[in-house]
């Protein structure tokens, strides 16, 4: 996966200390229809972080977002899915 994509980017700053900082970069991405980052902010939500707490309904809204988008149902009928985005 090359780092210059904003989702990728949000998710190492979110998993490399600054979970705030990439929890704000998600929503921003996933606010402009980004069902991957979506997706990742309903996990952020499941399982919470340091600065970010869990949050079952914020969860729901991301998760419904994700799938509104049609990720989810990309995810669910490709399980090839990940290894392509490691191919781009």
């Known amino acids: 996966?090359?780092?210059?994509?904003?989702?990728?980017?949000?998710?190492?700053?979110l998993l490399n200390g600054d979970?705030?900082?990439?929890?704000?970069?998600?929503?921003?991405l996933a606010g402009q229809g980004n069902g991957r980052a979506a997706?990742?902010?309903g996990t952020l939500y499941v399982t919470g972080a340091p600065g970010v707490n869990p949050d079952a309904s914020k969860s729901q809204l991301w998760f419904s977002r994700a799938l509104e988008s049609g990720f989810e149902?990309?995810?669910a009928t490709d399980p090839q899915w990940f290894k392509k985005l490691d191919e781009t």
């Open 1 to 13: 996966m090359e780092m210059s994509d904003p989702v990728n980017a949000a998710i190492d700053i």
């Open 19 to 28: 979970a705030k900082k990439g929890e704000l970069l998600l929503l921003a």
């Open 39 to 41: 997706h990742n902010l």
């Open 73 to 75: 149902a990309t995810v």
